[in-house]
Structures are given as structure tokens and as C-alpha cells.
């Protein structure tokens, strides 16, 4: 069972994103309205979530080389990074790219995306739980018994099982955000923007200190 | 100062802003024309719920901290464009009143809670910021748009050119620096808004500060030099794309009135007097499909009315007419309504303007004038003319005042105007009618702009259809 939570939280975390109107189904939305075009809608959510991919991808590829060197490395630079942009998004939680356009290609939106995710610090979220993933994470019973041996003992992440981590995440994000958007095109209607945008931005600052603090003690 | 819940006062779409609540408050800038006594110009607040005892009166005034402002358009720190999808912000509070100066380029932030009654001055932008973070002066209209405030200034501080717009921090008000990065021809400035769908601003012309400031010169304005062009810009790059020049003879380039629905590529200006007939003109822009390019056509020419040299002020006595001087227009948020006031001739007209350019002519209340004096059932005989326009989100009232700026209502109407503010009702399928119980006179000071609680037709702007 243990192996198995890290990946669910990663998905998890990805259909949250997902929700998360200004992550994207919103924008596709706003599009597919502009234009008259359920097919707009549709197209639009690739982009979108390729550049919530790169920007998961970053942070995957360069908690992948830290751990190379060493895995004890991850953690203090993992937990300050989270720990600050918790600070940053607690003091300016409303701070984003500035960003002014709605006639907007494939290569916009990949970047708008790009930015959005890394400025709501998506792929920070998951380092914790890369730490724990099982080929990162030292082997419990062995640590317990005292014969700890580096070579199992925590190494890097694998090329496919880092791809897997980021696959996963953005594919969960992609269907959510999918399901979002057509719903509300076709049957909801942006009303729902007055009734359930909840206010998460104090939440979801405290959570990254939180995985900071985790990413110290996991 | 944020909220759990996205803001109430925020609607996605005009269609459903306009399915909001009536407003029970109205915010009206009023000015001191007199400065000379020291008295401050005030943001007013009026009771306009039929239901209230105290129906159209003043309920509630802050003054400003120094004298000699001109206070005259403003706007709130946030609207419904905060619900955009690139970069929403929706649990920011429509909560301050953006309210500048005029003549001083103070920019005032006033905090309309707890108590909407009873607003107060929480801070001042003074005009040296203004002008060494921007380099403006004479801050004119305000806009609260999808990432910042914007503002437009009539021009530099030495008041002379270019006028340009602004952008303030909306959160902590700060002056961020001019907004344009490339102007190409453009030097006037005025008015400016845009069209969200489409990434498109436009600005419209009037003078610089050394044209206006001591009234209008009749001189300049038989040689044409008063703006008469309009400037498309693009939103996103802040660069200049397209000058629509009306006719020189056509001056004055004034409101701006795009559609509000995000979908629609057009917009109303007017123009407030023609060199060659006194006539006034409403201009619609839109844009061409195909090329992309935008135009402009006359749809409206208003003509001057004979009147006896005798009631005119000295500069209209040669010529025994009364220009209709339109200041002033107002697009409801259906896009189905366009209100233009007659300054001069002291009347509010009311077209159906569902196709764009076949304007039909559905409604007119008169009140004031130049020349006519045309009277309100509750406050008499009356000068001044409907000039600033506010009309609610529903579409069923227009609230009117009557001034235009101290400098040039003494060039109309040397006696003085006297302030006031009255109010139409309208009727969903066209026409209006003055809402008899509706008037408050003011003494020694005029009301321009009004805002509406909780937002208006001209407040708020809007990412989807």
C-alpha cells in the first residue's frame, strides 16, 4: 500500500489543478464563448495543459539531478524553496503574471500556462512526495535494522518513473480540467463563477509551507 | 481585505449583470467652482431606493483633504473585469472609489466601507508621483481593467503634450508608469476603453491642459486643433495600430462607448461640435472583417436649434443658434440603448441602436439649456444641460448631471450653473420618461460624475459574451 499513496497524491494534486479555474478550463472556456466553438474549448485544453507539463516537468527534471548527487540534498533545498514561495503566495496571494490577452495561439497559451503553474507553485507541491516515491525513498526495514546501503538506500529517480510522475500529474489535471470545461460550457454556465470560487489562496500558501516542513521530516 | 467568495458586485457577462440587483446608493463627484473660498470638492453619496425615506437626497459626504481638485470622472479599484481568465483575481473587494483631480492631478482612494454612507480619504496620490513614475498630468478618466487600474491624463505637467494613460497597482495603488510603448502619431488625449475579445484599447482626443484649462478657445477651435481622431491600440503589446481621423471640422472626439458584449468588434464616440453647422455627431467604429483594419462612420448629426441672440452668452450671439454640444453618451449593457446628452440645447435623447449604424430615435426629456431653461417638476426652471450619464445595470434608469467643467460652463452659461442631479425611467421597450420626485439641487458646487453601488453601464467591463 505504501508504494501506491505517492501516486494517488500526485494525481490528486493534478485533478486539483485541474478544478482550479485559473489553471486553465476558465481560459478554454472563455475562448470557446468568444468564438462560438465547442471544438475552440476542446483544442485549447492541449496547450494548456503542455505548458502546465513543462513547468511540472522542471521541477521533476531538477529534483531528479539534485538527488543524483545526493538525496540528502533534496530535502533542506526542497523544504526552503517550499517554504518561501509559501511565504511569497501568503503575503502576495494574489500576485501572477501579467497577462493582457484573449486572442491567443497554441504557443500563448503553452506559455500562459507555463507561467501560471510555476507561478502557483504546482510542480514545488510534489517534491515532497518525490522524496517519498519507493526508488527514492530509503527501504524502511532496512533502516530499522541498521544495515543501511547507499545503493538502496534512496537514489534517483529513474528516467521513466520520473516521466510517470509528470504524466500522471498533467494527465490528471488535463481530464479534470476537460471535464470542467465542457460542463460548464454546455450546461452550467459561468454563473457558477459567483457561486463556488472559493477563496483557497490562504489554504493553498499554507499547504506549501506545510510540504516544506513535511519534506524535513519524511 | 480579501474575500472567501468571489466578489457579488462581479459579473462574467453584461447579460448577467444585468439580471442584478437595483442599486439602493450612488456615489457623485461634486466640485467646488469658487476655490477662491477654500472650500473642497466632496464625494457625495445619494439615497436612490424608492423605498427609503430619505429617496433621493444626500445621505452621506467626505471631503477632500485640499482644495481646488475639479473632481470629475472616477472609478472603483476593481470590477467584473477581475473575473478575466488569464488573470483572475476574483476575491478582490469592489471596495474603493478611484477619484482624481482634474485640475490638481491628485488621485484620491476613498474607502466606500464598512459604511457606504459614510466613505472616507484613505489615501492620496499627489501629482509629483504621478508625474515622475508616468509622466502625466491631469488624470481624466478611470478604468478598473484586468490586471491594474488604468487612468488617462490630459497630459504632461508643464501642460502642454502628449496625454496617455496610466497604470496604478490594484492592490496597493501604486503608480506602475506610462502604459504605452510605442504612440506613433497619437499626441491628445481623452477617453479610452476597449474590447476585451479582441486585445484592442482605443483612446479618443480633446486638448492638452493649456487648451482647456482656461476654457475653450474659440480660435483653436475654428482652426480644428481640438482632437477629432480616434487611436486603436493593441491591448496586449501597448502599441499604437490605427488612427481614424473624423474630419478636422468635427471637434472634440469625446466618450467612448464600446459594445460591452466581448464579442462585438464596434463602439460609439461623439463629437461635440461641428466648425462647419454647430452640429454634433455620433461616430460608430468598427472593425472590418477580413483585414482586421478598423473604421469609423457618422450615424448621428444632432443640429443646432435658432434661438434669440439675446438669451445666448456672447461667444453663440453671431450666431443666433444653440450648438447641441454632446459631451456625453452611454451604451446600456444590452448594447440596445445609447444615451446622448445635449449640454447646449439642454436635452437627453434616448436611440435604439440594436443595429449599430440604423440609430432610431426613441425617447427625449428636456431640461435645462442654453437658451431653453427647460424646467424639472421639482426644481424649476433649470441651466445647465444633461451632460454626465449613468445609467443602472438592469437598463431601467439614467441618472443625470449637469456640468461640464468650471471653466467652460462659464463660456455657456456665465450666470453660473447651478448643480443638480434627476433621474429617467425607462421603459424596457424603449422611451423614458423624468421621474417627477427625482431632483437634488446643490449649492455652490456642481455634480459630474455618478457611480453606481455596486456598479453601472460605464463601470464595469467584461471577458465573456
New interface residues.
Given amino acids: 500500500m505504501s508504494g501506491l499513496w505517492p501516486w494517488a497524491a500526485i494525481a490528486l494534486l493534478g485533478a486539483y489543478h485541474g478544478l482550479d ?2 489553471m486553465g478550463w ?2 478554454a ?2 475562448l470557446g ?2 468564438e ?1 466553438s465547442r471544438r475552440r474549448v476542446i483544442t485549447a485544453l492541449f496547450p494548456i495543459a503542455l505548458g502546465h507539463f513543462i513547468s511540472i516537468g522542471v521541477v521533476v527534471l531538477v529534483a531528479v539531478e539534485v538527488m543524483s548527487r545526493s538525496i540528502g540534498l533534496l530535502r533542506p533545498l526542497g523544504a526552503g524553496a517550499l517554504i518561501l514561495f509559501g511565504v511569497f503566495r501568503l503575503l502576495r ?2 500576485a ?8 491567443v495561439g497554441a504557443f500563448d497559451l503553452i506559455l ?1 500556462s507555463f507561467l501560471m503553474a510555476t507561478a502557483h507553485g504546482a510542480g514545488l507541491m510534489l517534491l515532497p512526495i518525490l522524496i517519498r516515491l519507493p526508488s527514492a525513498a530509503p527501504m524502511p526495514a532496512m533502516v530499522h535494522h541498521g544495515h543501511v546501503m547507499p545503493a538502496v538506500a534512496g537514489g534517483a529517480l529513474g528516467v521513466i518513473e520520473s516521466l510517470a510522475v509528470v504524466v500522471l500529474h498533467t494527465g490528471a489535471m488535463f481530464t479534470t480540467m476537460g471535464i470542467v470545461a465542457i460542463v460548464v460550457y454546455r450546461w452550467i454556465g ?2 457558477i ?3 463556488a ?3 483557497l ?2 489554504i493553498w500558501a499554507g499547504a506549501l509551507i506545510g510540504a516544506g516542513v513535511l519534506c524535513l521530516m519524511v | 481585505m480579501a474575500l472567501w467568495k468571489t466578489d457579488q458586485t462581479f459579473y462574467p457577462s453584461p447579460r448577467m449583470a444585468m439580471q442584478g440587483p437595483p442599486e439602493k446608493l450612488a456615489f457623485v463627484a461634486t466640485f467646488n467652482p469658487t476655490p477662491q473660498n477654500g472650500k473642497p470638492d466632496a464625494m457625495c453619496v445619494l439615497d436612490v431606493d424608492p423605498a427609503s425615506p430619505t429617496y433621493a437626497s444626500v445621505v452621506g459626504r467626505v471631503a477632500m483633504p485640499g482644495v481646488g481638485d475639479e473632481l470629475h470622472h472616477f472609478g472603483w479599484n476593481a470590477c467584473s473585469a477581475a473575473l478575466c481568465p488569464y488573470a483572475p483575481h476574483p476575491h478582490v473587494e469592489r471596495r474603493y472609489l478611484i477619484v482624481p483631480g482634474l485640475r490638481s492631478s491628485r488621485i484620491h482612494i476613498i474607502d466606500t466601507k464598512p459604511d457606504p454612507r459614510s466613505p472616507q480619504v484613505v489615501k492620496v496620490i499627489e501629482p509629483a508621483e504621478i508625474a515622475s513614475r508616468a509622466g502625466y498630468s491631469r488624470v481624466h478618466t478611470i478604468h478598473c481593467g484586468p490586471d491594474a487600474i488604468y487612468a488617462s491624463a490630459m497630459g504632461s505637467p508643464s501642460g502642454g503634450g502628449p496625454g496617455g494613460l496610466f497604470l496604478l497597482d490594484h492592490e496597493s495603488f501604486d503608480v506602475l508608469g506610462q502604459w504605452e510603448v510605442e504612440r506613433g502619431p497619437q499626441y491628445l488625449g481623452y477617453d479610452f476603453w476597449w474590447h476585451l475579445g479582441y486585445d484592442v484599447a482605443m483612446t479618443s482626443e480633446w486638448g492638452t491642459p493649456d487648451m482647456f484649462e482656461n476654457g475653450l478657445s474659440l480660435e483653436r477651435l475654428v482652426k480644428g486643433e481640438y482632437g477629432h481622431r480616434l487611436h486603436m491600440w493593441d491591448l496586449r503589446r501597448r502599441r499604437h495600430l490605427q488612427e481614424i481621423d473624423l474630419g478636422a471640422e468635427h471637434q472634440m472626439a469625446l466618450e467612448l462607448r464600446p459594445a460591452h458584449d466581448p464579442t462585438k468588434a464596434y463602439g460609439f464616440v461623439c463629437t461635440v461640435i461641428s466648425t462647419k453647422d454647430l452640429s454634433a455627431g455620433i461616430w460608430v467604429w468598427r472593425r472590418v472583417e477580413g483585414n482586421g483594419k478598423w473604421e469609423a462612420r457618422k450615424i448621428i448629426e444632432i443640429a443646432a436649434e435658432p434661438a434669440d441672440p439675446d438669451l445666448l452668452p456672447p461667444p453663440l450671439k453671431q450666431f443666433k443658434a444653440v450648438p447641441p454640444l454632446v459631451p456625453e453618451i452611454a451604451l446600456s449593457l444590452d448594447d440596445r440603448f445609447l444615451y446622448v446628452s445635449c449640454w447646449g440645447t439642454g436635452e437627453l435623447r434616448q436611440y435604439d441602436v440594436s443595429d449599430p449604424l440604423k440609430p432610431r430615435l426613441t425617447g427625449s426629456v428636456r431640461l435645462g439649456g442654453i437658451a431653453a431653461h427647460a424646467p424639472h417638476p421639482k426644481g424649476g426652471a433649470l441651466n445647465g444641460g444633461p451632460q454626465m450619464l449613468e445609467i443602472s445595470r438592469d437598463g431601467r434608469r439614467v441618472y443625470i448631471t449637469n456640468s461640464l467643467y468650471s471653466a467652460i460652463d462659464a463660456q455657456f452659461y456665465p450666470e453660473g450653473v447651478r448643480g443638480w442631479v434627476a433621474k429617467v425611467d425607462v421603459n424596457p421597450a424603449g422611451g423614458m420618461a423624468l421621474d417627477p420626485n427625482f431632483f437634488i439641487p446643490f449649492e455652490h458646487e456642481r455634480a459630474h460624475q455618478i457611480r453606481l453601488e455596486g456598479g453601472d453601464a460605464s463601470s464595469d467591463s467584461f471577458c465573456y459574451p
Fill in positions: 479555474p485559473s476558465l481560459f472556456v472563455a464563448l468568444q462560438n496571494p494574489r501572477h503574471p501579467r497577462w493582457v490577452a484573449m486572442r500562459w459561468l454563473q463563477l459567483r457561486s470560487w472559493i477563496n489562496d490562504a
